[in-house]
């Protein structure tokens, strides 16, 4: 039993924090595309953002948020199973 405790705690701390990461970077990453427009290196900033909207876009299917959160569950999902994995594989050395 306190395996399995062990185990949801460690699963759902794992699938907050892969969730979260993704999206705290991706906000970053177009705030400071978007201070860059206001700097000397303005034309980087742009195209920076419009490339990095046009990616997310994509993976949205047209929309900024949809993108966001369809690589923030992927990766959600993705570091569940490898906590999975890894609980599964040292199973007897946490006794």
């Known amino acids: 039993m306190t395996n399995l405790l062990l185990f949801l705690a460690s699963l759902t701390t ?3 924090v892969c969730f979260c990461l993704p999206i705290l970077t991706i906000c970053l990453l177009l705030g400071l595309l978007t201070m860059a427009e206001f700097s000397p290196i303005a034309s980087f900033g742009q195209v920076g953002l419009n490339h990095t909207l046009a990616v997310l876009s994509v993976f949205g299917s047209g929309s900024v948020w949809q ?3 369809t690589i923030s569950l992927t990766l959600s999902l993705v570091g569940g199973l490898f906590d999975t994995y890894t609980f599964y594989r ?3 050395v946490r006794q």
């Open 67 to 69: 993108g966001i959160l």
């Open 14 to 16: 794992t699938l907050i």
């Open 90 to 92: 040292f199973q007897g």
